[in-house]
T-cell receptor, first 113, second 112 residues
């Protein structure tokens, strides 16, 4: 079975500071890994995905994530937070592109001016 | 493409009533997923279809829940009878082989 653990249900950073959202996964086979963002009253939007190619994945809005097999981690980072980054972020794992996603509980990111 | 389209966006109904949620996936996508989002349980998979065929419905909480996909461009999730604990946001998502899942805007269901 697959699972995802997101450390920290709420992360608060200052505008311009580094954003680090943590995700650890469990999978019996090489996983597909995703980060999605959800703004209030909206659906989920893909930030980036890892599908067994380059371990450092660049996404939209300046976000990136690094797949570390030895640590079973897929942490999300952004060098400089912007007020518009305030949202809920979900890490997810799946077996392939058309199998269901298993989501973490989510991390709410707050950005302080 | 307009993306995954869900309707209605909001639904308020009385306990015991039938509720039908609708989803139109992105054209050409062959997999469709129904998820439920609550504060307590987060995002849970209810059921998914490949090529209009239900593959896994183990996440459907009770027999009160049913889902259909009569063709590649339409799916429904029905709750009958509805209960207050069914209040949640229900998302539909679609994908093609080895691409990411695209989500609809969700239906916020409130059962009073």
């Amino acid at each position: 079975a697959q699972s995802v653990t997101q450390l920290g249900s709420h992360v608060s950073v200052s505008e311009g500071a580094l954003v680090l959202l943590r995700c650890n996964y469990s999978s019996s086979v090489p996983p597909y890994l995703f980060w999605y963002v959800q703004y209030p009253n909206q659906g989920l939007q893909l930030l980036l995905k890892y599908t067994s190619a380059a371990t450092l994945v660049k996404g939209i809005n300046g976000f990136e994530a690094e797949f570390k097999k030895s640590e079973t981690s897929f942490h999300l980072t952004k060098p400089s937070a912007h007020m518009s980054d305030a949202a809920e972020y979900f890490c997810a794992v799946s077996l392939s592109g058309n199998t269901p996603l298993v989501f973490g509980k989510g991390t709410r990111l707050s950005v302080i001016a | 493409d307009a993306g995954v389209i869900q309707s209605p966006r909001h639904e308020v109904t009385e306990m015991g009533q039938e509720v039908t949620l609708r989803c139109k996936p992105i054209s050409g996508h062959n997999s469709l997923f129904w998820y439920r989002q609550t504060m307590m349980r987060g995002l849970e998979l209810l059921i998914y279809f490949n090529n209009n065929v239900p593959i896994d419905d183990s996440g459907m909480p009770e027999d009160r829940f049913s889902a259909k996909m009569p063709n590649a461009s339409f799916s429904t999730l029905k709750i009958q009878p509805s209960e207050p604990r069914d209040s949640a946001v229900y998302f539909c998502a679609s994908t093609q082989w080895n691409t990411e899942a695209f989500f609809g805007q969700g239906t916020r269901l409130t059962v009073v």
